[in-house]
T-cell receptor, first 114, second 114 residues
Framework: GESVGLHLPTLSVQEGDNSIINCAYS??????FIWYKQESGKGPQFIID?????DKRQGQRVTVLLNKTVKHLSLQIAATQPGDSAVYFC?????????????FGKGTLLTVNP | KAGVTQTPRYLIKTRGQQVTLSCSPI?????VSWYQQTPGQGLQFLFE???????NKGNFPGRFSGRQFSNSRSEMNVSTLELGDSALYLC?????????????FGPGTRLTVL
């Protein structure tokens, strides 16, 4: 089966709290990882990505951590806002260069309570 | 800059029919990828086109096909529709490829097969 999976299917947080969404992958050859956000009725929206030669990458209010030792990926959202409520997907690319084999996790539903 | 557009947004077909979906990428983007999203299987990669050539392909039967035109617009076709083909079909574009550049998704076409 596919290698990407999520530890928690749902996550409920209070507005202003930090959120952490986790993702496990099984292919040590994966070299590129991406987090997407999908709101109801819309296509996935790119949040942040990280390549396998990095352990951490920060964006605006978001941080992605990559632990290659245990094949774990996490997305941290700081000061979570109601607008962050959505399904979050992790994805891994198992191809190299122009070879592309992007596999998505099932998704985690994040609900932010005001 | 206009985003990725997909037409039609909604489609209802019956088993055995065929369907063609259209995707217009962001101006300047040469790579177009197609995905199928269902509640059970999540997001699954169908194929990627670059410069009018299919460059990568997922694990879908030959009933699923696509093409890309010289202006980078892409179409996908599903022949002999089955009930299980009911899904949200998403198109995404990127400048040179989803494993090297950020890809942007369209809103999707919701296909219902009766």
């Amino acid at each position: 089966g596919e290698s990407v999976g999520l530890h928690l299917p749902t996550l409920s947080v209070q507005e202003g709290d930090n959120s952490i969404i986790n993702c496990a992958y099984s292919n040590s050859a994966s070299d590129y990882f991406i987090w997407y956000k999908q709101e109801s009725g819309k296509g996935p929206q790119f949040i942040i990505d990280i390549r396998s030669n990095m352990d951490k990458r920060q964006g605006q209010r978001v941080t992605v951590l990559l632990n290659k030792t245990v094949k774990h990926l996490s997305l941290q959202i700081a000061a979570t806002q109601p607008g962050d409520s959505a399904v979050y997907f992790c994805a891994e690319n198992m191809g190299g260069g122009s070879n592309y084999k992007l596999t998505f996790g099932k998704g985690t539903l994040l609900t932010v309570n005001p | 800059k206009a985003g990725v557009t997909q037409t039609p947004r909604y489609l209802i077909k019956t088993r055995g029919q065929q369907v063609t979906l259209s995707c217009s990428p962001i101006s300047g983007h040469r790579s177009v990828s197609w995905y199928q999203q269902t509640p059970g299987q999540g997001l699954q990669f169908l194929f990627e086109y670059f410069s009018e050539t299919q460059r990568n392909k997922g694990n879908f039967p030959g009933r699923f096909s696509g093409r890309q035109f010289s202006n980078s617009r892409s179409e996908m076709n599903v022949s002999t529709l089955e009930l299980g083909d009911s899904a949200l079909y998403l198109c995404a574009s990127s400048f040179s490829g989803p494993s090297t550049d950020t890809q942007y998704f369209g809103p999707g076409t919701r296909l219902t097969v009766l």
